[in-house]
């Protein structure tokens, strides 16, 4: 079955400045890729998602992009805020489910 | 707004009892998953649904079962509840089949004693 590795498991940034996060997988097959962001004690969320045919997408602050070839794809959020504080999921679609990765851990100090 | 709701935020039993977790939504969605979450884990699938009466296992079905006798409403069911079982169960929908986001419940945490 798909495999998604996410790094970093935690990641501290002051505010303002950049946060990345970068995934894997292993399915070939794999063709949607939504990010997911979890405030504390609340449902995950989707805040952007790209398709195997993009390489790159924006939406404000947050930019995803995407190395099919690789198998990479990776979140980026500039000017980062406290409200961005969350765990952050990748994820990879098919066409019958999604596979997770494990989650980012995303604390923005002031 | 896509309502996605779960029956209970927060559920204790007992080894050996017969769990029922309820999820219903109110966009008319086709698909219907369970989820669990456990910390370092991320989300990994139990089973899913695209259809009533249909049922597919997803990563990890084991010791559990689920039911759609309606459209709107997926049941999760631990048929002998087990301390591993403790975990934080999310229910997601999503409209079309295949790969599209899923708009997630509000979670049940289940302990297991």
């Known amino acids: 079955g798909e495999n998604v590795e996410q790094h970093p498991s935690t990641l501290s940034v002051q505010e303002g400045d950049s946060a990345v996060i970068k995934c894997t997988y292993s399915?070939?097959?794999?063709?949607?890729f939504p990010w997911y962001k979890q405030e504390l004690g609340k449902r995950p969320q989707l805040i952007i998602d790209?398709?195997?045919?993009?390489g790159e997408k924006k939406d404000q602050r947050i930019a995803v992009t995407l190395n099919k070839t690789a198998k990479h794809f990776s979140l980026h959020i500039t000017e980062t805020q406290p409200e961005d504080s969350a765990v952050y999921f990748c994820v990879t679609g098919t066409a019958s489910k999604l596979t997770f990765g494990t989650g980012t851990r995303l604390q923005v100090t002031l | 707004d896509v309502k996605v709701t779960q029956s209970s935020r927060y559920l204790v039993k007992r080894t050996g009892e017969k769990v029922f977790l309820e999820c219903v939504q109110d966009m008319d969605h086709e698909n219907m998953f369970w989820y669990r979450q456990d910390p370092g884990l991320g989300l990994r699938l139990i089973y899913f649904s695209y259809d009533v009466k249909m049922k597919e296992k997803g990563d990890i079905p084991e010791g559990y079962s689920v039911s759609r006798e309606k459209k709107e409403r997926f049941s999760l069911i631990l048929e002998s509840a087990s301390t591993n079982q403790t975990s934080m169960y999310l229910c997601?929908?999503?409209?079309?089949?295949?790969?599209?986001?899923?708009?997630f419940g509000p979670g049940t945490r289940l302990t297991v004693l």
């Open positions: 790209i398709r195997s045919n993009v």
């Open positions: 997601a929908s999503s409209f079309y089949r295949g790969p599209f986001g899923q708009f």
């Open positions: 399915d070939s097959a794999s063709n949607y």
